[in-house]
């Protein structure tokens, strides 16, 4: 009896402490698995927080390199994003003093100087694109683009030589050597039934440098990048903070100082191709009357109608700055008509009303750019 009321003491004891030590062990285990799910949960919202942030922040902090210079007479500002972040500026310079001495009129040792000079010389390749280009927008606008326009331009004072006195009858005589049909393009040589036939690429050259120089961009590695020349641009991927580029049109306010740069509306543009033509740049007055520098290829004379500027978006800069060019001889119906008709093609069109107050159009495919 003894015996068994000391087992059954020393039984119980050890139950007691073994439930003892099995619910502390439980507990700890608990505190344990408690512990290892808040480190958890810690972590999924740190990895939240760089999924979310980090991507952001990595895009404000891609370097983009800006570099500006002068070409055709006016300006370039370049900005871009680089793979091994290399500053391209030589480069550039250099495409653009090949292109140069292929299409400036102010250069008398380039391509197009030696065309108009009858020498006999081979063109080059960027010579033949913007013949082909030019020819192309000169068909489609019946004569209002054309590069033999130079001998008017010349005479009216906004081309590469003197101004001339200006009568009928020497407009007449111009026009009897002007039209791009009196002139081919054969085994990498410019032919013309006329040798007084002169070419002008002041029209096309600008947007066709912007084209140019994205190319080399996008041949050394940059995948974002916004080209301007003297206003016409190339934009391609994003800017420094990722968005679309952001570019503006300016008003057409009368400004031969080239100092006067006021907003009309700011677009945001990614892949794509921007040309503006106005009048608002180059003109004179003479006995009271206003002369633009736009002359109309098939009548001889500036245009003299409501249209102020023409921005075009098309497939290359180079076609839109001739588009743009072409609709600044049509005027405001005519150029909207023709743009409007045309694929991959938009337009935003400032004009005067009948009170002279400036009024805007643009073709429905534009109001994406404005958003």
Known sequence: MYFYNIFGWFFTYNSRLYQTDFFSYLCDKILIMKQRRLITLALILVALFFLIFYPNNKKETVPYIQNHGQVFGT?????????????????????????NHSLSVYDPQSIISRVNRNDTVTLDPYFERMYAQAKSVSELTHGAFDITVAPLVNAWGFGFSEKAAITPERIDSLLQFTG??????????????????????????????????????????????LVDIGGEIVAHGKNPEGKPWRVGI????????????????????????????GNYRQFYYQDGKKYAHTIDPRTGYPVTHSLLSATIIATSCMRADALATACM???????????????????????????????????????????
């Open 329 to 371: 001889v049509l005027g405001k119906d005519e150029a909207f008509a023709l743009i409007s008709r045309l694929p991959d093609t938009e337009c935003f069109l400032i004009y005067a009303d009948e009170q002279g107050k400036m009024r805007t159009i643009h073709t429905p495919g534009f109001e994406k750019y404005m958003k």
């Open 75 to 99: 300006y370039y500002n370049i900005q871009y994003s680089q793979t091994d972040n290399l500053d391209l500026q030589n480069g550039i310079d250099s495409v653009l003093a090949v292109f």
């Open 180 to 225: 791009h049909w009196r002139l081919y393009m054969e085994r990498h040589h410019i032919v013309k039934n006329d040798p007084r036939i002169m070419l002008d690429a002041s029209a096309i050259a600008k947007g066709y440098g912007c084209d140019v120089v994205g190319e080399f961009l996008a041949a050394n590695g940059c995948a974002n990048y």
């Open 250 to 277: 300016n008003k057409p306010i009368d400004d031969p100082t080239n100092t006067i740069s006021e907003i009309e509306t700011v677009i945001h543009i990614e892949d794509a191709c921007m040309a503006t033509s």
